[in-house]
């Protein structure tokens, strides 16, 4: 199958596009970049828990938004198109209070104005823990500086 993303692509790339950012704030790391899938790592510890002790249900949903945005920014021409979040939805499946998540973001529908990802949340002992659909507008630059 062919790579939906482009070739130079590595986590190492995306983990350093994302320094001093939301993302790198809750420790969420970036580790495989696939033919058609793009996965990524968050810890479960202070940063990304509820009271309870629980991995936050916002936390889960950042990591999905992560990966679906990211994942719809390598699949477009960047000189001219921002991607930026339209709709996310979650279901939580299974509570998690230490170790690790990992996500897992595929693609439903790759269009020219919208994307949809499916991203998937699993433990550390590969059980899920959230299924999370996440809907991308392709906004180009130059339309949006106009709005602004």
């Known amino acids: 199958m062919q790579s939906i ?3 130079n692509i590595t986590p190492a790339v995306m983990n350093e596009r994302c320094q001093n950012t939301l993302v790198s704030h809750l420790g969420i790391e970036f580790t495989e970049v696939g033919s058609h899938y793009l ?9 990304t828990k ?48 230490s170790g690790y998540v990992y996500g897992r973001a595929e693609p439903l529908h790759i269009g020219r104005k919208t ?3 499916e991203i998937k949340i699993y433990d550390d002992s590969q059980r899920l823990v ?4 996440h809907t991308v507008a392709v906004i180009s630059k130059e339309e949006l500086l106009q709005k602004i």
């Open 5 to 7: 993303f482009p070739e």
């Open 39 to 47: 996965c990524a790592k968050m810890p479960v510890d202070k940063r």
């Open 50 to 97: 509820q009271p309870a002790g629980l991995l936050h249900g916002g936390a889960s949903l950042t990591l999905a938004e992560t990966l679906g945005s990211a994942a719809a920014y390598l699949c477009v021409n960047q000189e001219e198109f921002y991607c930026v979040g339209l709709e996310i939805n979650a279901n939580h499946i299974r509570s998690v209070t």
């Open 115 to 117: 994307h949809v990802w």
């Open 130 to 133: 959230c299924v999370s659909r």
